[in-house]
């Protein structure tokens, strides 16, 4: 009788102990809130109906203190490297119309001013550098009033972008527009904020990939690993370095030069 009834107790144990591992890795799922890693964050996707742009003769920088060249040196910026990098015979017109500490708020009362109409309609290529004054404006002492103040300043950016993107288009249905997507000066001990700014890439990145002739201009990467050399010495905004290094990843995309 002992030895019919011995298999009956063993099978009966290995389908507690499964039971309660399956429930143990349930709850640390639950602890852990569900929190996705850097590496789950897919890449921002690189839209591809951007039209090579290697004969802008009219190019427009809109935006933030980035947009603008903070950390460049005098009178240069992303606009003005990349027109550099374009094999045109001709003068190549750049105007700068960013404002430092600019907000995609303020980025949607500019674009819809009347004295940018025409800025905006001459323009062949529009460069936008927006959101990093957004994302930097939240405030939070948890994680958990953190991801909402973060979910809801995003949806308060991607709504004035939104209107940017819908104001240009407007005004000049040819152009080409490119955004750039922000680095990352946090250090890597600086989990939360970084994660942050994955996510927010992403996300940008797609609002990119669904317009015309929009492309998003991937910097993450290339700054991650050289932030002494790529940042100005307020480890804040782009050196020049750094400037040069989003001009060449600008002609990248949208020439296809590597």
Same mark, same amino acid.
């Given at each position: ?175 080409? &527009? $490119?955004?750039? !997507? /922000?680095?990352?000066? #946090?250090?890597?001990?600086?989990? *939360?904020?970084?994660?942050? %700014? ?8 797609? &609002? $990119?990939?669904? !317009? /015309?002739?929009?492309? #998003?201009?991937?910097?993450?990467? *290339?700054?991650?690993?050289? %932030? ?31």
């Amino acid at each position: 009788m002992i030895k019919k009834i011995w298999p009956l107790i063993l099978l009966l144990s290995s389908a507690l102990i499964l039971v309660f591992v399956t429930g143990l890795i349930t709850a640390i799922a639950i602890t852990n809130g569900g929190e996705k890693s850097q590496e789950e964050i897919p890449a921002p996707p690189e839209n591809i109906q951007t039209e090579p742009s290697s004969a802008a003769k009219n190019i427009l920088v809109l935006g933030d203190s980035i947009g603008y060249g903070v950390g460049d040196e005098p009178d240069m910026g992303i606009g003005k490297r990349y027109a550099a990098l374009i094999d045109s015979e001709e003068t190549i017109e750049v105007t700068n119309l960013s404002v430092s500490g600019a907000t995609s708020a303020d980025l949607a009362a500019l674009v819809e001013a009347p004295e940018n109409e025409a800025f905006i309609a001459a323009a062949d290529l529009i460069i936008i550098s927006i959101g990093g004054n957004d994302l930097t404006g939240i405030q939070s002492e948890d994680v958990l009033s953190l991801d909402m103040a973060f979910q809801e300043t995003f949806n308060t950016y991607q709504k004035n972008l939104d209107a940017t993107l819908n104001r240009i288009r407007n005004l000049n249905p040819e152009a080409q &527009i $490119a955004l750039i !997507g /922000l680095n990352n000066p #946090y250090s890597e001990l600086d989990v *939360q904020n970084s994660q942050n %700014l994955l996510e927010w890439n992403y996300k940008t990145g797609l &609002i $990119a990939a669904a !317009g /015309l002739k929009t492309a #998003y201009i991937p910097t993450y990467d *290339q700054f991650k690993d050289h %932030l002494e050399t790529y940042l100005a010495a307020d480890q804040f905004h782009p050196s020049s370095i750094g400037y040069q290094v989003i001009a060449e990843e600008l002609d990248r995309v949208l020439n296809g030069i590597d």
